[in-house]
């Protein structure tokens, strides 16, 4: 009789593993694009003379897996935009970086209310084996929608912990690069960083995983672009992998 699928080598010794939820879980990632380039473009046209906000190219490099304002701030320093930082409740525009965050927020939330984000099967078919191996998992993001994502996609209960937006700010967590966020993670399940692996499609977040000293980095490839397979190494991946269901292997249960 054929069992579940048994995981690969690399993740043997360890004893949990931590996903991010963006472009690793769900196939949110283009819609927090398409929402960054509407913010920015019309930053970018107030002052005018500048290229638009490219959704890939611009988003890996600058926002992709950071928490909203630093995203905003990193990119506008990018064009030599020096807008003052502004408040967390500065309404949406171009005048600050916390404006401009604000319109990415609304322009998120208006896509969500739109149409639904999906999974990918890949990553809950990983996420179901290590169920039946007793590996418990947790998912974390800078984005403040997270829970409710994996909520709406019904694979909340699969995860031991959740961190997302919502609890970072609570606790005063710092953004990725800064490993703070897999940690918290770690420490909710009950497992050193040494003992758990880490599951990332973003550049910033597989650095943290680096940083924080956890046992497997794994990054996920998921762009024939530039920031491949190539920029994840560079940045502390010790595995690379187009999908996560790669960390899979079929045949009999074991």
């Known amino acids: 009789m054929t069992g579940a699928p048994s995981l690969a080598a690399c993740l043997h010794s360890l004893r949990a593993v931590i996903f991010d939820t963006d472009g690793v879980i769900t196939d949110s990632a283009p819609v927090h694009a398409a929402a960054w380039k509407g913010a920015f473009d019309a930053c970018l046209a107030a002052v005018g003379g500048q290229r638009p906000f490219d959704p ?11 928490a909203r304002q630093d995203g905003a701030a990193a990119f506008l320093r990018s064009r030599g935009l020096d807008l003052p930082p502004g408040e967390p409740d500065d309404a949406p525009g171009t005048d600050t970086v916390c404006a401009v965050a ?3 927020e609304e322009l998120f939330s208006e896509s969500l209310r ?6 990918w099967p890949g990553t809950v078919r990983l996420l179901h084996a290590l169920r039946h191996h007793g590996v418990p998992c947790a998912a974390v993001s800078a984005s403040r929608h997270a829970t409710e994502l994996l909520s709406a ?3 909340y209960p699969l995860f031991g912990a959740v961190v997302d937006g919502n609890e970072a700010n609570r606790l005063r967590l710092p953004g990725k690069p800064d490993p703070a966020l897999f940690v918290e993670a770690a420490r909710r399940l009950g497992v050193p960083p040494r003992d758990a692996a880490v599951v990332e499609d973003a550049l910033a977040g597989v650095e943290a995983g680096r940083r924080g000293g956890f046992g497997l980095v794994v990054g996920v490839d998921r762009t024939a672009g530039p920031y491949s397979a190539t920029a994840l190494r560079r940045r502390g991946a010790d595995v690379v992998v187009t999908d996560p269901g790669e960390l899979l292997r079929s045949g009999e249960g074991g």
């Not at 890939?56 to 950071?66: A, F, Q, S």
Request: no cysteine.
């Open 56 to 66: 890939v190219d611009d988003y890996l490099r600058y926002v992709d897996g950071r």
């Open 114 to 119: 739109a149409r639904p984000i999906a999974t």
């Open 153 to 155: 996609a019904e694979v």
């Open 102 to 104: 604000a319109r990415k």
